[in-house]
DNA sequence: GATCACCGTACCGGTCAGCGGGACGCTGGG
DNA sequence: CCCAGCGTCCCGCTGACCGGTACGGTGATC
């Protein structure tokens, strides 16, 4: 489950209830939208947002409301992420620079993975990845190596649980994915090939954490089908993503 | 003002005010810490801080609080931030590998910038800005670009308040810094020489809106003094931000 | 230009979520 | 041993929050 009810019993909850209304692509929602979004009543809806409003986590547009620039400040003090982010830029600027494809810097969360960085040029292929947006974890590669070095059970949990079928390549039998995975624990790489987008291929190799059996984060090479071979780009890939294990290894920044 | 009170008679006011308590580099924060920084009685933090943690805006550690991963997430949906992060990064990605200097695109929020992007290899000098982070616009080059395109009335509230001295070059002289900033209109850069860290020298150009008279952003170079002469990178900062000007400007990410 | 659907805004009295002073147990340092 | 500082919990008071309801504006449809 994506995340659980939020207690709309309480002030806190409608209001973030009213922000997690918001997606990746919403740039502005109208105060009925909200309504029908939430479930919640609309006067309720316009007296928490007004609050929102004025605690400056959401701005007021004549269109609507948007998620304000101050919630972006916050975001980005979130400690992990930005401790995470900010070790892994130059290694995903080097990745970048040699391969001149989008490289992508991923957590797991649950059943998805989140993306943290995204990194490409002018011409980099489109993807549907973005900086803070999430995919299942099953049809990508960035999700396939963070599952394989996860516990043994949370890769259960996934494997017994619905595949999502995103493109006719996408991955849904539970017995093929888990052969992958093993194959990826194995040679510390994934790959993913058209699975969560017609025409899109993908190496990801895992970030360690200090005992080397569970990935802190993801580091993953995208191109288009034709010039983009992603066999290519492991060695490559698998350098960048230890190159930051070592380093994140010498740092605090993980435990629950 | 950086940012008024924040009504503390309601819980979202208590709520943020909690969040806001973190600054860039606080990894975690305990219960008593966030007491004195908040001034809210103890009993009331220890309840919304429990409130937050329920909500997943809060991370609960051994050690204490700490900003989680799902603000991460919600900052990053912040439309004005991300798209314009979406249609920088191509472009600063560009200069990054053109001068191998750390890049940043930031905008003004009052009397700071803020940045929302910095881009640097392994061996970037070591600058005190982080995605996320403010600084007073008066001894960057950022800020003193996107002060020279904005309204008169807000550069002149700058102007007439107190410049805070951040290292010996800092310009504190309003009359200095206003010429400064005609020149800057004139030529459509600005620069920075060890005015808010000792060491280091800047350039930036500013991100127009569609008049061209005003800035929605700024892009700039920055170097370590030796190695590194702004004046070099005039061009290549100027082509960076023009091409972003004219790609924004033909799409919506404006207003009030 | 009348009707209607849908929007954003405003009102207001009942009630329960939120409040915070204070007490408690734990830990580590002097 | 004592004390300072921590996190946690209790509990009765009260005002912040709630949301049904009503109102004015705006655009499409006939």
Redesign the interface.
Do not use: W
């Given at each position: 489950m994506p995340?659980e009810p939020?207690?709309l019993d309480?002030?806190?909850?409608k209001?973030?209830t009213i922000?997690?209304a918001?997606?990746?692509d919403?740039?502005?929602l109208s105060l009925a939208e909200l309504v029908r979004r939430t479930g919640l009543p609309k006067a309720t809806v316009h007296r928490?947002a007004g609050?929102?409003v004025?605690?400056?986590?959401l701005?007021r547009?004549?269109l609507g409301y948007?998620?304000?620039?101050?919630?972006?400040?916050?975001?980005?003090?979130?400690?992990?992420?930005?401790?995470l982010?900010?070790l892994a830029?130059?290694f995903l600027?080097?990745l970048?620079?040699r391969t001149h494809e989008t490289v992508h810097l991923g957590?797991r969360?649950g059943h998805d993975v989140?993306y943290?960085a995204?990194?490409?040029?002018?011409r980099?292929a489109k993807t549907p990845s973005?900086?803070?947006?999430?995919m299942p974890v099953h049809c990508t590669a960035i999700g396939k190596i963070l599952l394989a070095f996860s516990d043994p059970e949370v890769q259960q949990e996934v494997l017994s649980s619905p595949l999502e079928r995103r493109t006719p390549h996408t991955i849904v039998a539970a017995g093929l994915l888990e052969r992958q995975l093993n194959a990826a624990l194995e040679n510390g790489v994934a790959f993913e090939r058209e699975e969560s987008a017609v025409g899109l291929q993908c190496v990801a190799a895992p970030v360690l954490a200090e005992g080397g059996d569970r990935a802190l984060a993801a580091i993953s090479v995208t191109g288009p089908v034709g010039r983009f071979r992603p066999e290519a780009h492991v060695t490559l890939v698998r350098a960048a993503a230890q190159g930051l294990s070592s380093l994140a290894s010498r740092r605090?920044?993980l435990?629950?």
């Open positions: 995340h939020a207690d309480t002030v806190l909850g209001a973030v922000l997690r918001f997606t990746v919403d740039q502005v928490v609050d929102l004025t605690n400056r986590l701005d547009t004549n948007r998620l304000s620039g101050g919630l972006f400040e916050l975001g980005m003090r979130a400690s992990v992420e930005r401790s982010l900010e830029m130059p600027q080097d970048y620079e957590v969360e989140v943290v995204k990194i490409g040029g002018h980099q973005r900086p803070g947006g999430r605090r920044s435990s629950s």
